[in-house]
């Protein structure tokens, strides 16, 4: 699919004016099925079969030797995008119009290293629990086996969007 021209955007990113008139389940539904532009971080992880319900998201990825950091293992910031991206769109999906979030802080722990032998993995993001200023959220990533790698937890903060004229 393509992306929707009247979208209007800024760097490539939805302006904060859209964003703004949908409900958080539309934005993020509009940016997996590629009717709101992808996020540009999202390009260095390249995520595919990705879904999202109310308080629950799913990315699918693969990591690959471009993922490498110079010990010869994945960058585990591969697995940071992945997680921050999964818990903010979980929380997002939760939000009505004229919401938004920002990430206070994370913390995440791996449990396996990732090679590009590794294979498909998913990434899983759950709201824990969303109120009118804070919400906090959960992700893990597993492998095709569901072996867990890594997972993490969120505080994200929750805002009203700005109002444009």
């Known amino acids: 699919m393509t992306e929707n021209p009247t979208a209007k955007t800024e760097y490539g990113v939805t302006s904060m004016e859209v964003m703004a008139s949908m409900s958080g389940l539309d934005f993020v539904r509009g940016i997996f099925a590629h009717t709101l532009p992808e996020p540009p971080i999202m390009q260095t992880v390249e995520p595919f079969d990705c879904t999202a319900e109310a308080g629950h998201v799913v990315i699918h990825s693969v990591p690959g030797l471009r993922h490498y950091n110079p010990i010869g293992s994945v960058h585990g910031g591969y697995a940071a995008i992945l997680l921050d991206s999964a818990m903010g769109l979980a929380v997002q999906s939760t939000l009505p119009k004229g919401s938004g979030y920002t990430t206070m802080e ?35 990533i597993t492998d095709d086996k569901g072996k867990l790698l890594a997972h993490a937890t969120t505080t994200c903060l929750v805002f009203e969007l700005p109002k444009t004229a």
């Open 106 to 140: 994370f913390k995440i722990s791996f449990i396996r290293g990732m090679t590009k032998d590794t294979g498909k993995i998913r990434t899983e993001g759950r709201t824990l629990n969303v109120g009118r200023r804070a919400a906090t959220a959960e992700a893990r």
